[in-house]
């Protein structure tokens, strides 16, 4: 495997952020079902090594592609723009002040144990999530517009975390 | 030009021959070994017609070993010597023991792994699992009749890397060659999914002897794609004797008991625990070595209540499972039970009710453990074309390291799907440092404390810089057994400090020489004999791999000087193959080895081609 190919090229896929989720998941099973360790269990050490590597990197791109977050931060990083740069922090104040707002929430959910709040926030959350996938679709593949794509994908990954945070605070109740 | 290779008297060279291949399923409380016979996974019985080896091993004083059966029935009378549910030990610290208060053994602590203290010595939990391994490759090499290949070995999908990588080592020590540790879990789904030609999503309920796990999977296409996986490698059906054991002590007034009685009595437990399968209610009686003589009845009501907190315990991991998977109960299509504490009626139950079904119990969940994995083992030592279906697994518990404060730095989140690799990079705290040390972590805690030490390394040589100027760059790589290795690397300066560890907990490959070498001496077996076979065996399965490579892409792949430089290298190889020394043969290995590197890397590519054809680079937009 040509190894400076990028994730795109190595799923056949052009570059753009509205992949066709079944088409990419569809390709994986086709390339690891070729390359996969277990398909090299029985040859010399070279191959296996090599299945090895090849497998870790299609699973690296899988990742990478299949996460509408890492996906898009990707395609940034492609057009030479670290959208995580610690130095660019830049919020707007609404999005600020709504965030608080639902940590308020979620602890006060927490505190009472009370797991039906839980998942209406959590509702809530994933609803704003795809709304803002598809926001950051536009600005990536329509207009385009990168430099508010970086700050829609810094939005959006406060959203992510939150979810995680949602997930955390179930065990945390059990 | 090749010369004509004329193999060795009895060993066969043709290219496809059948390769004799086991799956063998370690378990806490018994063990076995499957293969697959014209076409079907059959569990292969000792010389009575049993399937399943107790996996229980007594040491005597000469250095003799007893295993399963026999050792299992006389339990009682050698407490110390018998070794029962070793596996909970693989991997342990002393620490991680809760229960050793009811355990009659003499514990060892050792850095990274607990050691009993036998009346043959010191015994690592590797070597015990190591004596059972040997008993049941001795089985499959005997209804084979040839040496094996190669084996699958099943571990809980919940153990850590300390777990996975003490198995390996006893399966090493048994001279085992794996070629794969597969989740017992994921094995038991395969022999399910493929009887069944089952699409979806399915539940694996997996409570053994002594550890639970709970896989959730995806199969599309023959692809058997874990989505999550949680459990707990420290609970099982021993757990449920003790709770028996416990109220048995409580009932009877009993405190101290000797190491005889407790082995009597947790004896007995298990098999109240068995029959109230069948039963409403089971008597227990047993006299103890004081005289003492115990009669009580035990009805299926109370000894559901006394082990209710333990059913939902495994309740807890499921749920977590099904949220990493971001599924409902109600998407699963199937339940799959495995494992024979998955008999107590209770856990059918509750499993049941929790996903709103029937749970599928229409295979021996004794076996079918086994039975996937010899399947595996079928596929993997290229028996079958190998395109029949895949699997696709997961890390189990994230991966991290140590960062300033005590704290862990995940590195890979649980449940990534294996093979995979993952860089992280640091830099240093301080003017002038020129070492830095790293401490690999593994667990889903946020302190250091609470997770799971795999080891730790030291990197030298950094380039005395101003802090915060060098750039480490450690990488975590995790192979398609779920084992990592680390290593590390200065690369600013462009002086390389490059370090790989394997990980405390692991045995040293000295020490498993030491181990290997004193089982030789008890086995009185020749030393070199053994070498030079097993070199012959790994330079037959390089022959034999490097043939059917050729075969298939030789003539495309190669031009006439390369083809016959490797031709040379082969008929080298079998020349060697012909004699008695081992050095050669090691040296002609090695050179195919080195002499087929560029060959393997241009069928490498000429698969990822395969693998796109008919797909076009097309737009696939919004």
Request: proline letters at 4%; charged letters at 25%; one cysteine or more.
């Amino acid at each position: 495997m040509d190894f400076s190919r990028d994730y795109f090229e190595v799923f056949g896929l052009l570059p753009v952020f509205g992949i066709d989720a079944e088409t990419l998941n569809q390709r994986y099973r086709d390339l690891q079902a070729e390359g996969h360790p277990d398909r090299y269990a029985h040859a010399d050490a070279a191959e296996q090594r090599r299945a090895l590597q090849w497998s870790t990197r299609v699973n690296e791109a899988y990742q990478t592609l299949k996460s509408p977050f890492e996906r898009a931060r990707y395609l940034l990083e492609r057009q030479g723009i670290n959208a995580l740069d610690p130095n660019n922090t830049r919020m707007p104040m609404d999005f600020l002040m709504r965030q608080m707002a639902w940590r308020e929430s979620l602890a006060e959910a927490v505190a009472a144990g009370d797991i039906a709040a839980l998942a209406r926030l959590e509702a809530m959350t994933r609803a704003e999530a795809d709304k803002a996938i598809q926001g950051l679709g536009e600005l990536l593949d329509v207009r385009p517009d990168y430099p508010a794509a970086a700050e829609a994908l810094r939005q959006y990954r406060f959203l992510e975390k939150f979810l995680v945070d949602i997930d955390n605070a179930y065990s945390e109740i059990e | 030009m090749a010369l004509l290779q004329i193999s060795e008297p009895g060993l066969s060279t043709a290219p496809h021959e059948h390769r004799l291949a086991v799956g063998i399923d370690l378990g806490t409380t018994n063990s076995l070994v499957a293969t697959v016979r014209n076409g079907l996974s059959v569990v292969l019985n000792d010389e009575h017609g049993r399937p399943l080896l107790p996996s229980v091993v007594r040491y005597f004083k000469d250095g003799s070993v007893v295993v399963g059966c026999d050792a299992l029935a006389k339990l009682g009378d050698d407490p110390h010597n018998t070794i029962v549910s070793a596996k909970r030990f693989m991997g342990r610290g002393l620490k991680d023991l809760p229960d050793l208060a009811t355990l009659p053994y003499h514990f060892v602590d050792a850095p990274g792994m607990v050691q009993l203290k036998t009346i043959a010595g010191v015994k690592s939990p590797v070597e015990v699992s190591a004596d059972i391994l040997a008993v049941l490759k001795q089985r499959a090499v005997q209804s084979l009749g040839g040496e094996l290949t190669g084996a699958v070995i099943t571990v809980p999908a919940y153990f850590d890397d300390a777990q996975r990588q003490a198995t390996k080592d006893a399966a090493k020590l048994a001279g085992l060659h794996i070629l794969r540790l597969l989740n017992e879990p994921t094995a038991a789904a395969i022999a399910y999914g493929l009887d069944n030609a089952a699409e979806g999503i399915y539940a694996v309920y997996d409570l053994g002897g002594g550890t639970f796990d709970i896989s959730i999977l995806k199969l599309t296409q023959g692809v058997f794609e874990v989505l999550a996986t949680n459990g707990d490698s420290a609970l099982g059906g021993d757990d449920f004797d003790r709770r028996i054991f416990c109220w048995l002590l409580e009932q009877a007034g009993l405190s101290v008991l000797d190491d005889h009685d407790k082995a009597l009595l947790l004896t007995k437990a298990k098999e109240a625990k068995e029959m109230l399968t069948e039963h409403p209610e089971v008597r227990l009686t047993a006299v103890l070595s004081t005289g003492e003589f115990i009669d009580m009845t035990l009805s299926e009501a109370k000894f559901n209540e006394m082990t209710a907190s333990l059913v939902n315990k495994t309740l807890v991991p499921t749920r977590k499972a099904l949220r990493d998977a971001g599924l409902q109960a109600s998407d699963v299509k199937g339940v799959v039970m495995v494992g024979g504490s998955t008999r107590m009626p209770r856990i059918q139950a509750a499993v049941g009710e929790y996903f709103g079904q029937t749970p599928l119990t229409n295979l021996d969940p004794d076996k079918v453990v086994a039975l996937g994995a010899a399947m595996q083992a079928n596929v993997l030592a290229g028996n079958k074309g190998g395109d029949e279906w895949l699997l696709l697994d997961v890390v189990p518990l994230s991966l991290g390291l140590e960062t300033m404060g005590g704290l862990v730095e995940k590195v890979i989140p649980r449940n990534s799907t294996l093979p995979l690799a993952r860089a992280q990079e640091f830099t240093t705290y301080k003017d002038g440092q020129t070492a830095m040390s790293i401490h690999v972590l593994q667990g889903e805690r946020e302190l250091v404390s609470d997770c799971r030490s795999l080891g730790r390394f030291e990197l030298r040589g950094i380039p005395p810089m101003v802090a915060g100027a060098a750039r480490i760059r450690v990488v975590f790589q995790v192979d398609a057994d779920g084992l990592l290795s680390v290593s590390a690397r200065e690369q600013s300066s462009g002086v390389e400090a490059h370090i790989a560890v394997k990980p405390s907990y692991g045995l040293s490959d000295d020490e498993i020489g030491r181990m290997l070498k004193e089982s030789y001496e008890h086995a009185q077996q020749d030393v070199q004999a053994r070498q030079l076979a097993e070199l012959k065996v790994d330079a037959e399965r390089l022959l034999d791999a490097t043939r059917t490579a050729l075969e298939e892409n030789g003539s495309e792949l190669l031009d006439a000087a390369e083809r016959a430089a490797i031709d040379g290298l082969m008929a080298s190889l079998a020349t060697a193959l012909g004699g008695l020394d081992a050095r050669a043969i090691k040296r002609a290995t090695e050179a195919l080895n080195q002499g087929t590197t560029e060959f393997a890397g241009r069928r490498m590519d000429l698969s990822v081609k395969r693998a796109l054809t008919g797909h076009k680079l097309e737009d696939i937009g919004v």
